[in-house]
């Protein structure tokens, strides 16, 4: 008979299992080393391996370097680690009371619509910064959709003002980043492309 502790250890060792796989799948799209990764985050390259066996545990702020590092966000690994299985279902359904999570870059909170190896990433994210942040930059085109409030949007140097109902599609490369317009909450849909090497199963 299984206990409540063994099957939380289970649970745990499973989620580790998925988010070190899944980062040997970013690396590996990314075409790094971990030699190459380690250089990137600082980190050493047997924890990373150790990492990626899922035999280590990182704490959010070695997520984050890892997530930067492989142009990702740490809310993506996260899901990744919390997905049901390997193997993402044909349908999956989520519902407006779904909890947001702090995305790690900027504190706005945030929450993954799909799990799994997806060709397609959708997140919803939450905010109130007005200050713009980093930058971020992945190989991986990107679509934003304003469902609420107004955001400025800086793509390479160029700032869009988007409102309610407006979009933008930049691709892959494009450095962007994005901040309220008018210091009031703002809601967006965020489809960023899967990277290249994942398929559906």
Known sequence: MTTMVEGAAHDEKAASLRLGAHIRLLRHARAMTLVQLADATDLSHPFLSQLERGLAQPSLS??????????????????A??????????????RSDERLV???????????????TRPMHPLEVVGENVVAGEAYVHA?????????????????GEVLTLGRGDSVYYR???????WSATGETYRLLVVKQGPSGWRNA
């Not at 934003?144 to 390479?156: F, P, S, T």
């Open 62 to 79: 070695t997520l984050r370097r890892v997530a930067v590092a492989l142009e990702t966000s740490p809310i993506e690994l996260i899901a």
């Open 81 to 94: 680690a919390d997905a049901p299985d390997e193997k993402a279902a044909e349908v999956e359904v989520h």
């Open 102 to 116: 702090d995305d790690g870059f900027a504190a706005t909170p945030a929450r993954t619509l799909a799990h799994g």
């Open 140 to 156: 991986e085109d990107e679509f934003l959709y304003v469902l609420a409030g107004a955001v400025r949007v800086d793509l390479a």
């Open 172 to 178: 892959g490369g494009v450095a962007h980043r994005w």
